[in-house]
């Protein structure tokens, strides 16, 4: 399955990210690679040499391969197509050995720094059968956390989490369709991208199988070829669109991916606390954020727009990637460039259809969401009053010391007096 990847035996240092962008890289490859064994698909190698050329700087944050001194000798998987269907992006990886953390770092660092890469550029890759310590129930959560960490460019993983169910980890995020294993109910409602209730959504999830059950499908569309096929107008309309929240924190609705640059949407469908508007910031206002003040924009109908998306999914079904979960399985995808939804069948009763567990980790982002009309930002009004609900309500007295002294840090500095 996996061919190792010939090194040159000049013993010199490789240049790998920085200033050198696709020449370098090419004769990189050509230097201490014999092309003809080289197992990495062609769509990731100049994937992550074009990735360079654009400025992907999150790729190799973390690890500096232009100070190494060694050769990266270290094998690259190869990125099969993804099983029972061709929707034109995402792979899998068959095999990848992972170390149980505790016997070292779940991957080497230039592989990190590849799979990362690999997750960027494609969107989204499934593990399967790995080997190393993710499949073991008993290791799986530290694995997992630290297999995340590793591609996570620097930028970490999200934590301080609820210990809901039975994750056991406060970087886990454990979904069920047993209440008293993990969260219900969850990614059923439409079509969405987590994480938009914040300012910097996360960049990327990592779903863990722990225990599939038949029909519970996760379903994934790649955002860049939605938004690329639709008519200009239509582009133009989505373009001028901001996507309110309901708890302070405003998007672009059309926003270009903080690592690799390309069009993709903040969608979150199903949320009746969101809302769309359309600033009239450009000749008025310098910015989305002043003219919100300044309450210069209009309402747009969340509805409608929802349905344009459906009906624009709708009318490209092929692109469409429907995940069936095998046990075991790891599933990276940027959750930025890519939508997803949960199945009905993910909620099927435990006693009929077995248990199902995913645990997810969610990879931060190296910023806000940007476009040419701006950058996510924070609506105090709002926000303040989004917090003085939470404060009060029921929320609050589920969450743990660390979680309420966090809630009251933000409510004193957005000037709410609570206790
Ligand atoms: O259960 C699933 O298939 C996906 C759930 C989901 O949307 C999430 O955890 O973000
Ligand atoms: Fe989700």
């Known amino acids: 399955m996996r061919r190792k990847l010939r090194a040159s035996s000049t013993g010199r240092c490789i240049h790998l990210h920085g200033i050198l962008p696709i020449m370098v890289s090419i004769v990189f490859v050509l230097k201490i690679v014999r092309l003809e064994d080289c197992a990495l698909h062609p769509n990731a190698f100049f994937g992550l040499a074009s990735s360079r ?109 609820l210990l809901n169910g039975k994750s056991g980890h406060r970087s886990i995020f454990r979904v069920s369709n047993d209440p008293t294993q993990g969260a219900t109910g969850v990614g059923l409602n439409g079509w969405h991208v987590d994480g938009t209730h914040k300012l910097k959504p996360q960049l990327m999830h990592l779903f863990h199988c722990v225990a599939g059950i038949p029909g519970a499908d996760t379903w994934f569309i790649p955002l860049d070829e939605l938004y690329s096929v639709q008519v200009a107008s239509l582009q133009e309309r989505w373009s001028s669109l901001w996507f309110r929240t309901g708890r302070g924190i405003v998007h672009p609705f059309v926003h270009r991916h903080p690592v690799t640059n390309r069009p993709a949407l903040c969608l979150f469908i199903g949320s009746h606390i969101c809302s769309f508007i359309r600033p009239h910031h450009a000749s008025m206002h310098a910015t989305v954020a002043d003219a919100v003040k300044h309450g210069h924009y209009d309402n747009v109908d969340m509805d409608e727009v929802h349905t344009e998306v459906m009906e624009a999914i709708a009318a490209n079904p092929k692109i469409i990637y429907k995940h069936r979960w095998e046990d075991g399985d790891t599933l990276i995808h940027d959750n930025l460039a890519i939508a997803h939804m949960a199945q009905p069948g993910s909620q099927a009763r435990p006693e009929q259809a077995g248990l199902r567990i995913l645990d997810r980790v969610s990879v931060n982002s190296p910023g806000p969401l940007t476009s040419d009309s701006g950058t996510s930002f924070i609506d105090m009004v709002e926000r303040r009053s989004y917090l003085s609900r939470l404060w009060h309500s029921p929320i609050r007295h589920q969450m743990d010391a660390l979680q309420t002294k966090q809630l009251l840090t933000e409510c004193h500095s957005v000037g709410l007096d609570v206790a």
């Open 53 to 161: 050329a654009r400025g992907l700087s999150g790729l190799a944050t973390g690890t500096r391969l232009d100070t190494c001194t060694r050769q990266p000798s270290f094998s690259l998987p190869e990125l099969l197509h993804l099983p029972d269907s061709n929707p034109g992006w995402g792979h899998m990886i068959t095999g990848l050995e992972l170390q149980d953390p505790n016997q070292g770092e779940v991957l080497t660092p230039e592989l990190s720094i590849w799979l990362r890469g690999a997750v960027l550029e494609n969107r989204l890759v499934v593990l399967r059968n790995p080997n190393g310590g993710v499949a073991s129930p008993e290791t799986h959560a530290e694995t997992l956390v630290a297999l995340a960490t590793a591609i996570g460019g620097g930028y970490g993983v999200e934590d301080g989490l």
